[in-house]
Structures are given as structure tokens and as C-alpha cells.
């Protein structure tokens, strides 16, 4: 059974443009995590947030959390090409959880 | 390279035979968790082992079953095999638990014909 859900299902953008996705989740968590994968491959950690932080960054990669909404932002500035790809949302009470993901496509 | 090592990287097998999946988690890892995707069910969690220790189940049919070997490798077993158990298969490890993220392996694409 999935523990988050991501929407939107799918989103296409161009390259340059910014790329928000969002997470809800329905019980408590330690830490949310954000995965990549790209197509048919592993899933690769991005970042990840404790359940007392309301912001983080690396790089392009911003996180939003807000535990009182059980939800979640994934937002990627400046988006590229090689961006293209499917973004999980994972919740941690003792073991990773992931949602249903988020396809991501950017256009050159 | 993740550090994570999964064999065989594609399994074409018939129906009702039963094959072994096996992970070598990154190395200082003492966690192996193991993950189905398929595009019905998404990503669902199967079994989790610590050190040699089950720790956690989810979603695993009785027909599936796993162990860690005192080296920490893993091996995934799926017997009686149906058509609906043709996904991708992952391994991923961690340090101990979920506090700095999962390092997943590249998986294993099982076809059953």
C-alpha cells in the first residue's frame, strides 16, 4: 500500500522552467525523502527532510514540509533536459514508504 | 555505480518455476530492503533485514522469501512463479535505518512467461 501520493501524475515543462511537484502522506513520519529514477533504473536519494524542518535546499532542489498538512513540495528551479524523470516521495515512520510518483518530462 | 550490486540484471523464466535474486548492499551497510515496481502497484515494499535479522515485512507473498547471509549479501527467492510477478525487483541498503536515505541497486527486470 503507498503511503504518499504525488501529484500531479505527470508534468511537462520546458528546459529553464521551474518544476514543483507535491507529496501527501497520511500518518506520522521521522523524515520525508525525495528519489529520481529514471526509466526502468534505480531509484536515486535526492534529499531529505526531518519532520522538524520546514525548508531545505541543495543545489536546484528546494523541499518544502508541512507536517500539519501531512504534505510535502519538491520544487526544481531552472529546469533541464536531463531533469526528465520519475520523482517519488518516500515517508519514513521505521521504513521507507513511497508514493506513486511523479513523471516529469522537460523539453529542450 | 551506487554500490549496490544486483544479479542478475534480467530473468526471463516460465511459469511456476522459482529463482534468486540476489543484492550485495553497499559496503558499511548493514541494512537490505526489498522492493517490487511494477506499473499496477508502483513501488511496494517487501521485506527489510538488519545484520542477518528480518526486521520488518510488507507486502510478501508467501510464495517469496529472503535471507541475509552473514556477509550481509541478500537473496530474494520467488517460487511458483505467475504472470503477475513479472516487475522490476530493487535492493537497497542503508547504514541502519531510514535517517540518511536508502542507496537503491540498478534492480532486476524478472519476466515470466
Known amino acids: 500500500s503507498q503511503q504518499g501520493e504525488e501529484d500531479p501524475q505527470a508534468l511537462s515543462i520546458q528546459e529553464g522552467e521551474n518544476a514543483t511537484m507535491n507529496c501527501s502522506y497520511k500518518?506520522?513520519?521521522?523524515?520525508l525523502q525525495w528519489y529520481r529514477q529514471n526509466s526502468g533504473r534505480g531509484l536515486v536519494h535526492l534529499i531529505l527532510?526531518?519532520?522538524?524542518?520546514r525548508e531545505k535546499h541543495s543545489g536546484r532542489l528546494r523541499v518544502t514540509l508541512d507536517t500539519s498538512k501531512k504534505s510535502s513540495s519538491l520544487l526544481i528551479t531552472a529546469s533541464r533536459a536531463a531533469d526528465t524523470a520519475s520523482y517519488f516521495c518516500?515517508?519514513?515512520?521505521?521504513?521507507?514508504?513511497f508514493g506513486t510518483g511523479t513523471r516529469l518530462q522537460v523539453f529542450p | 555505480d551506487s554500490g549496490v550490486t544486483q544479479t542478475p540484471k534480467h530473468l526471463i523464466t516460465a511459469t511456476g518455476q522459482r529463482v534468486t535474486l540476489r543484492c550485495s548492499p553497499r559496503?558499511?551497510?548493514?541494512?537490505v530492503y526489498w522492493y517490487q515496481q511494477s506499473l499496477d502497484q508502483g513501488l511496494q515494499f517487501l521485506i527489510q533485514?538488519?545484520?542477518?535479522?528480518?526486521?520488518a515485512k510488507g507486502n510478501i507473498l508467501e510464495r517469496f522469501s529472503a535471507q541475509q547471509f552473514p556477509d550481509l549479501h541478500s537473496e530474494l527467492n520467488l517460487s511458483s512463479l505467475e504472470l503477475g510477478d513479472s516487475a522490476l525487483y530493487f535492493c537497497?541498503?542503508?547504514?541502519?535505518?531510514?535517517?540518511?536515505?536508502?542507496?537503491f541497486g540498478s534492480g532486476t527486470r524478472l519476466t515470466v512467461v
Open positions: 537497497a541498503s542503508s547504514v541502519a535505518g531510514t535517517d540518511y536515505g536508502y542507496t
Open positions: 500518518t506520522s513520519i521521522n523524515n
Open positions: 518516500a515517508t519514513a515512520p521505521d521504513k521507507l514508504i
Open positions: 559496503s558499511g551497510d548493514l541494512s
Open positions: 527532510i526531518r519532520s522538524n524542518e
Open positions: 533485514y538488519y545484520n542477518g535479522e528480518e526486521r
